[in-house]
């Protein structure tokens, strides 16, 4: 039993280690999950039985597809926008011109403020009476009248970039700066010009680096909840609709909430798999 | 020709670079900065109608009117109540998991990795539901701990990442030298590793801070009238329509999120914030 004890002592003291991560991952994240999956699968606001009416409804639908639809326009729409920005953006960062820390702190803020207030902050300058259109009026007069953008689908699209550009921008930027200075400096030796060394050498070496980027963005903009829960207006992503489906009705529909909620998972997994299958970019960090 | 004109067009843009770079870098400034001042400007300004940039009178009331009828003391209690519990359980299943993920050798250690890791990948509007189930069965719904517990699901997976990574990076060689030295295994400790992962505490800590301080879905699960967070009550104070009180609020709720922002720059590398730390 002595000998027993010394001779495993080691591993079993790491399965212990091991042990808090792994409860945490069951109790909080597994079982949560399979009980969201069985009351999807329970008649609405019933303990016993079991129906795929939920899911039924969710396919047939034709409000469901447009939810799904928005969705994924609204996380690709982000997605491709924070890769155009980011790209331009972190190749002026790398210069490190007079100030850089400031801009570089900037793209900061985003990922620390609650995206509640943010929503309110963003709300309040694209009002019909916000700083932006008064700055169209006062400095743009040919354009016409007040520009709507709360509660359209644009102006959605702006408010995620504003929310989710960082995680794309920051990653090419530390891509970016993980280059090798030396391959730039090659190709320049062997006669090519600036343009053939940004497209042939430094795109292709930090792309890797811009995908892992852009899928960050990719699920945040999926799963984003409080931005759309209060600047969405009509237009409402998978998320919010889920919990609308509980806050609305009396007494809410949980089972038919569930039922989204796990379409909701499935696909962001199936979308993710096909997404790093395609562009093969390396495991997120 | 026309290729001529274009060329020089090229050129121009070329040596005014600095000039566009550092347009691009403002306007980009102003679209990220901008609807915070408005909140500022719109907590701070009286009867402010139609179309003027700025409000005519400055008043404090707003202020007043969140203290007193919203109640913000006490809801940034519960707040900050919340974030020290969801930190304390964090940190120490992070430090347990990630010692075990860093240092020992495991078989399969990548798999087992991504599946702790695996509540990062998956929007938690998709388990909140079954999250509420369990804690009004369990009774824990409307406690501090109980938001708190639901906060540790996607902070832990952060806490255990970052961890991981800081024990994985002391060096063994070091710890060694300690011992050669003549230093007690007690002392090492103290002198040598805690100093060494201390950064990786912190940052992890830090993490862990502000996302319980942004979590808005799981918390809306698992709240009830003695543990409105502060994002919970800016979303019920934008649907009852008051935008003065509310921004009076939000620039009250912000600033903490701007101290962290301030840490961060000064303490962690900003990329460690990928981990994807933001409540969605």
Redesign the interface.
Known sequence: MKKWWTKHS?LLV?LL??????L??FG??F??????VL?SLRPEGQKTGWTLQHYITFVSEPHYREVVVLTFTLAIATTLLSIFLSI??SL??R?K?RGH??????????????????A???L??YGN???FN?FL?DVLPFINGPLRINYTVQGLILFYV?LYF??TC??TL?ALEGLDPGIEEAAEVSGANRWKVLRHIVLPLIMPGVLA?SV?TF??S?????IP??AGGNFRP??VE??KQ?EIFIPGR?SM??AM??M??LM??LF?SVYMRFFRTE??? | MMWDTLRRYVRGLWNGR?IL??T??VS??L??????L??LV?SLGKEWF????LPPKVTLDWYKWAFEIARVPEVMKNTLIIAALAILMST??GI??G???GR?H?PGKEA?M???L??R???????????A??FYALKLVDTHFGVA??H??IC??FA?LVLSSTFQSLDDRVLEAAGVCGASPVRTFFHVTLPMIMPGILSSMIFTF?TS??E??LT?MTYGPDTIT??VR??LA??LGY?EV??AM?VI??IP??L??IL??RRVA??K????????
């Open positions: 080691t790491t280690l091991l042990l808090p991560g792994f945490t991952f909080l994240f079982y949560p999950f399979v009980t969201t009351l331009p953006l002026i960062l210069r011109l820390r400031f801009f570089r702190t900037m793209i900061l803020v985003p990922l620390v403020v609650p995206g509640m207030i943010a309110l902050g963003l309040l300058i009476r916000g700083w008064l009026r504003w960082p995680y920051l990653t530390s980027g960050l699920m945040a999926f799963g984003a909840f409080s829960l209060i998978l998320a889920v919990y509980i949980w909430g569930s909620a796990v909701m998972g962001q997994v993710l495991r997120i960090q | 600095f770079a550092y691009l870098l980009l400034s679209f990220i900065i901008t609807p915070f408005l909140i719109k139609g179309y003027r940039w120490t299943i347990c998991s010692w075990a993920f020992r495991l087992l991504s599946i702790v695996l509540p990948m998956i929007p938690p509007i998709t388990y909140a539901l079954g999250v189930q369990i517990l639901a540790v699901s832990a997976p255990i502000s301080y942004n808005l879905t809306l502060l994002p800016t979303y934008v649907g935008w509310t921004s939000s709720l912000v999120s701007f962290i922002l961060i720059q900003p990329e914030l990928l981990g994807g730390f933001k409540g969605l």
